[in-house]
């Protein structure tokens, strides 16, 4: 069974459809029981890092999550679910849940390309340059492009924790990977067939 | 590098497409949902749905229409018309939309902009800027001024003084439609949609005025909009998603080729 973190953060029901269009059964749940008897786990998010670690401390989500990780059953975070498994966010200077070491920045100021000046957030379809193969991407072609809009991006401290990198006036990482961890910025149940490819692939990932 | 997004606008009328909607294809001129499917098929990178429901009591299918959308199509889609307050908005992104747009009531009572930035995020609020071409004055310095009320009535307020506040107050993007150029099928407006584009930082959506695919070429060239919005020119099935987004890429124009 799958288990969708619920933690008051946005998106949860898009993610829920997103897995019933692909014929997945799964529990919505903020319940570590539920949670514990899953065999995956997905941890989405829309919405600004400090309410939401807020939220998951009182719920102590935050302290169930490291053990979960522990346990190398495969993990999957969404959006802000990945910005905040990191030890920080400049988004309302938060302390997070430190699952990966680094922090989640703000894109810079004034980033332009090709002479022309970039909006922030960051919103539409890009692609992702991935460094290695990996089970969750597997069956989509590269040229592929994802839906994204944040204003903050992830930034590991250890190289070998990127798995992806997209360009947006300068390169950032936009997919994370350490061992039954994976965590994307984009949005694969808004990313059209790439996007359900990703979660039906996480679904049956063992987590390796 | 991020793409330049093509999105069909459909206008819902009590659960129903309406308003210049003659399709001569085959497609069901009834729902917006099979449309909505269809564009998404054909490569749409978010759909808008602008709800010109009229009655109140009969505003409850949108919803509907809304759940029903979510669940066919998965790439993003915003709606529009009628949001009054923080309510509709809810309302409309619990049923499943991702960014909510609103217009005259932004106009009335800016605050719902920073309301619904703070409870759902800017990301999820679009400004709708309904804009006519005016001689520049005093009132006006951009020469371009804010209608309301599908364009019968001025307000008085500079586009590019609305533009600039609807970014502080919180929206997270501008949908910005020249009522001068809208129905035309004659080009985008250019010149207002590179001026406004020019001056926030926020992305904008050019709208109004689509009738070809040089048009939109112009609008993500030299009106630097982030985002096309279309209607006609797909609705009445003289082109296809595929075939503009074709069109754009061999004007080396980067746009979303695989879905």
Known sequence: MIAIIDYNAGNITSVARALHNIGQDFVITDDTKKLNAASHVIFPGVGAAGEAMAY???KKLD????????????????????????????????????????????????????????KIPHMGWNSVTLKR???????????SEYYFVHSYYPSPSDETAVLGTTDYGMSFCSVLAVKNLIAMQFHPEKSGRPGLQILKNFCSWGGK | ???????????????????????????????????????????????????????????????????????????PF?????????????????????KVSVNSAAVLEPKIITQGAKAFGSQCV???????????????????????????KYTGIDALWWAKEGENLGAGEICLNSIDADGTQDGYELNLTALISDNVHIPVIASGGAGTPEHLADVLTTGRADAALIASMVHYRTYTITQIKNYLSDQKIKTRLLW
């Open chain 2, 126 to 152: 679009v400004l709708g800027m309904d804009v006519k071409k005016v001689d520049e004055s005093r009132q006006t310095p951009s020469g371009y001024e804010i209608v309301i009320e599908g364009g019968r």
């Open chain 2, 1 to 75: 590098m991020i793409s330049k997004r093509i999105i069909p606008c459909l206008d819902v009328r009590d659960g129903k497409l309406t308003k210049g909607v003659k399709f001569k294809g085959n497609i069901d001129i009834g729902d917006p949902v099979e449309v909505a499917r269809e564009y998404y098929e054909q490569g749409a990178d978010e759909i808008v749905f602008y709800d010109i429901t009229a009655s109140s009591d009969k505003r409850d299918i949108m919803i509907d229409v809304v759940r029903r959308v979510a669940e066919t199509i998965f790439i």
């Open chain 1, 63 to 118: 302290a169930w999550l490291q053990i979960w990780i522990n346990t190398g059953k495969p993990l999957m975070g969404i959006c802000l679910g990945t910005q905040i498994i990191l030890d920080y966010s400049e988004e309302n200077n938060t302390e997070c849940i430190g699952l990966v070491t680094g922090s989640t920045k703000r894109f810079p100021e004034h980033l332009s390309s090709a002479g022309l000046a970039l």
């Open chain 1, 56 to 58: 998951l401390r009182q």
């Open chain 2, 78 to 98: 915003s709606v529009g018309g009628g949001i009054r307050n923080l309510d509709d908005m809810r309302r409309v992104i619990l049923a499943g939309a991702e």
């Open chain 1, 133 to 143: 193969t990996h089970p969750v991407f597997s069956d989509i072609a590269p040229e």
